[in-house]
Structure formats: C-alpha cells, structure tokens
C-alpha cells in the first residue's frame, strides 16, 4: 500500500469497505453519452502468450459482434481497452466459441432475491440476446458470487448462503452461470498468498471508497481496518480472477474511475446495472424497487463528499 493511501486511510474516521468491500460495490457518477458518440477510443492491451491471431474476415466479424453489445443501451461509458476486447471476441470466434463476460454479484441487506435483482439478470439477458442476434453461439454470463466480501461486511453465513443460493437458482433460469469467489481464492494455491501491496491504490480510490462505504460496512474491526483488508484482499481477487478466467470480459456496475481495482489483464465493460441510467447494484435496492421508480438522484448518483 503506498504512503498515500496509508495517509487518506488513516485520516478518515469511517472509512469502510466500498459497498460490500469490493469493486462494484461503490456507488459513481452515471454519465449519458450522445447516441451518435459510439466509436470506442482505442488504447493499447497488453500481448498474451498462446492467442491466435486474427484473420481479416475474423476481424470484421469481431467488430460487428463488439458493436452489438457495445451501445450506450447497455454501457455507462466506453469499455477500458477496446482493442483488447476485440482480441478476445476474435479469438471466440476463431475457436466457434460463445463470448465470455464475468461481472461480480455481492451482497446488500436483503437475504433474498427481490425485484431489482431479477431486473439485473433480465438486462443481462438482454445484453447476450444482441451477441445471439449476429454470432450463432452467443455469449455466457458467469457472475461470481462474492461470499469473501460479504463476509468481511459483517454479513452471517447463512444469510450469505440464503441470497446467493437464491441468485443462484434466478441465474439458472436465465442459463447463466455461478461461482462463489471464496473457493476460487482459494483453489488459487500460492497465487492467493500474498497480496501485491506495492500496487499503487490511488488516495482518489480511496476517497471513493471511503464516500461510497460509510453505512455498509458491519464487520467486527475498524472501519479503517476493514478498509485495509478489503485492499488487500481485493489485490489478490484481481489476479485469480484474470487468470480464472482469461479469455473472458470483465463487467462492472462501477466506472472507470475505479479501473485500479478490477482484473488487470482482461477487457473491462463498464454497464448500467438494471437500464439505462441506473447504476446502482441491485442487491442494494429494497425489494420493492422498480427502475421505473427511481428519482434522478437514485439514477444517477453523486458522489459524497
């Protein structure tokens, strides 16, 4: 952790885990974007060893099948490295296989499944129906349960288990995948084992964090302790998570602004969560809410002060 971090954390009296202590927990800024601006700025991805290379007409099809998901019906901003992105849908298509997305699914204080979440899954489906719509095999979805950093929120373990075997089971119907982190962590052998401290975490980070967390965090430490657990716990995700899943796309409620906390190595898709506009992660709704409910400033939150 750098001396930066170290300082914000330690001079804010109630810093806490970002909602839920992890990524896309923290609730930002939604931005709409012109309808006309979608053409995604290119930065350059890093080489991975063992893809194939792509053949022109592979490309073209790449593009098409990028522009059918990549539209602000969908996206909160543009994705993080869309050549990147590109590299990895061409590489599905070379092998005739679905393209994969991954997103992390947590936990809030309700104990089942409730309207929001069902919105939540439903807008994902309709995310892999547009990939269906132009590439035959389609796309999956795979949510990864977050059982670590309910946890460390104070959250029992049977109300974990409660919420997310009820994710689970709405998942399925949906033909959607699950996994639960913890297993995941720690299958990961000697690569879960020590988190990368000396990665720079930016005070910006954390003043989000610490903005975002105030009422969510219920463990049995500190909230400046939690805080620094979640960190490092979280340095250590990001890195079993890329390599868990490498030829996947990363999806995120959260935006950009956070772009230091999630998987390092693979394509991020910034997305609204529930329609266009919403942000908020559904398991933070109470279970009445509706999209067609929600004010402007549940919509489009601002950040704390």
């Not at 939690?226 to 990001?238: F, K, P, S, T, V």
């Amino acid at each position: 952790m750098s001396s930066g971090v170290a300082c914000v954390a330690g001079s804010v009296a109630a810093l806490s885990f970002a909602r839920e202590h992890d990524p896309h927990t923290v609730t930002t800024n939604c931005i709409h974007h012109a309808a006309g601006n979608e053409k995604a700025a290119a930065s350059p991805g890093g080489q991975r060893k063992g893809r194939v290379t792509a053949e022109p007409n592979s490309r073209a099809s790449a593009e098409k099948v990028l522009r059918s998901f990549n539209t602000w019906a969908f996206k909160r901003e543009q994705p993080s490295d869309p050549q990147l992105m590109l590299r990895v849908i061409t590489e599905a298509i070379a092998a005739q296989q679905p393209i994969q997305f991954v997103l992390y699914w947590g936990k809030g204080p309700r104990h089942e499944t409730a309207v929001p979440d069902s919105q939540c899954l439903d807008f994902l489906a309709a995310l892999t129906s547009r990939v269906k719509g132009v590439y035959a095999p389609g796309a999956t979805i795979k949510l990864i349960l977050t059982d670590t950093h309910a946890e460390l929120n104070g959250h029992s373990r049977q109300d974990i288990h409660q919420y997310f075997d009820d994710i689970k089971s709405a998942a399925k119907q949906r033909g959607f995948e699950t996994c639960l982190l913890g297993p995941l962590v720690r299958g990961a052998g000697n690569l879960a084992t020590a988190a990368p401290l000396e990665e720079v975490v930016s005070e910006e980070t954390v003043a989000l964090l610490v903005a975002s967390a105030q009422k969510w965090y219920r463990g049995g430490a500190t909230p400046q302790e939690g805080a620094m657990r979640y960190l490092r716990l979280n340095l250590i995700e990001q890195r079993v998570v890329e390599r868990a899943f490498p030829h996947a796309i990363f999806i995120t409620f959260n935006g950009s602004e956070l772009r230091s906390l999630f998987p390092r190595q693979l394509p991020i898709f910034y997305m609204y969560s529930l329609r266009r506009g919403v942000c908020i992660k559904p398991w933070f709704l109470a279970a009445e809410s509706t999209t067609f409910g929600l004010n402007v400033g549940q919509a489009n939150p601002q950040r704390s002060n």
